[in-house]
């Protein structure tokens, strides 16, 4: 069997570094090749990298080739905001570069793809409380509708083709080593930065907007749980629910006012909010858990004290 080599696309982004440095933990540095469209930053430097266009099909099977790649994780995509704003280019982006990765699995036999969905392939229908697994799907985002349509390549690639593409439909993502990158969750990332530079946070959201939400080392776990799982316990190949708290912006402003008194925040929601609106409260995770064990960490607290601790050591 040939020796596990990852290729890691989209390392620059919030998600994409952090798990660059999980999976150097599982395989070692020299068997993982962070890529991304722009020059490496931080501690991305440290290791392997590959500047990689991803919309360029003949490069990425050529970057797949020269290092004897096994396993792909494909985090490069245009997220809802941002997407927002040029619809038809995050369609192009997100689903031809996924059929790139798929088309690559199937020719040059990968042993696994990762691929991440999320709660915005969810839409106002949805049920909205511990949102299940299997439930109505109409998202109301181009990013939601990539993901939707993502989730039913990765499962068609599997049954069809034997393609072992494994898929965690993320919630919100919060860390402190990279600024947030577009997202309607984002805020509950922007809102730790703030409060320990300014102080104050003008929200984009309503204070009662309740969204599913997961710490970064979370996230960084579920991915890498469900990619070391056998493959006979992944029973899901559309994608899976994982989530670990849901909580307001009023709930983690009064958090941060536990840890920081001075800190004040005001509301001024704007076209993201009816994004956040088309969106589960919650999530129901159970076939997650059930099927290869996973196990959240951090709740609320637990993250806060941790966002504010590393935020409060690193310079503005």
């Not at 798990?19 to 070692?28: A, P, S, V």
């Not at 995050?90 to 798929?102: I, R, T």
Request: aromatic share 12%.
């Amino acid at each position: 069997m040939k020796k596990t080599k990852v290729l890691l696309i989209g390392a620059g982004g919030q998600l994409g570094a952090e798990l660059t440095q999980g999976l150097w933990r599982i395989y070692g540095q020299d068997n993982v090749i962070a890529s991304d469209i722009k020059d490496p930053q931080g501690i991305l430097k440290e290791g392997r990298y590959e500047k990689l266009d991803v919309m360029q099909r003949d490069k990425l099977f050529e970057l797949l080739k020269r290092h004897e790649i096994t396993q792909v994780y494909h985090l490069a995509a245009l997220l809802s905001a941002t997407g927002e704003k040029d619809p038809r280019w995050a369609w192009k982006l997100n689903m031809e570069s996924l059929l790139f990765v798929l088309e690559a699995a199937l020719e040059l036999n990968l042993h696994k793809v990762y691929w991440p969905s999320s709660i915005a392939a969810f839409g106002p229908t949805t049920p909205k409380g511990n949102t299940p697994q299997d439930t109505i799907m109409d998202p109301t985002t181009v990013y939601g509708i990539t993901k939707l349509a993502g989730e039913r390549w990765c499962e068609y690639y599997f049954r069809r083709y034997g393609v072992d593409v494994r898929s965690l439909r993320y919630p919100g993502i919060i860390g402190w080593k990279t600024p947030p990158g577009g997202g309607t969750t984002d805020y509950a990332v922007d809102i730790f930065f703030k409060a320990i530079r300014e102080k104050t946070y003008t929200c984009f959201l309503a204070p009662d907007t309740y969204l599913p939400m997961m710490y970064m080392s979370d996230a960084v776990k579920a991915t890498l749980d469900l990619m070391e799982a056998p493959a006979e316990q992944v029973k899901i190949r559309s994608s899976y629910n994982v989530s670990a708290m849901s909580f307001c912006p009023a709930q983690v402003a009064a958090t941060i006012q536990k840890h920081v008194p001075e800190f004040t925040i005001a509301y001024q929601p704007d076209f993201r909010q009816a994004i956040a609106d088309s969106w589960p409260k919650s999530i129901d995770d159970r076939p997650a858990r059930e099927h290869w064990g996973w196990r959240h960490q951090f709740g609320l607290e637990e993250m806060t004290i941790e966002m504010l601790t590393n935020l409060a050591r690193v310079p503005a």
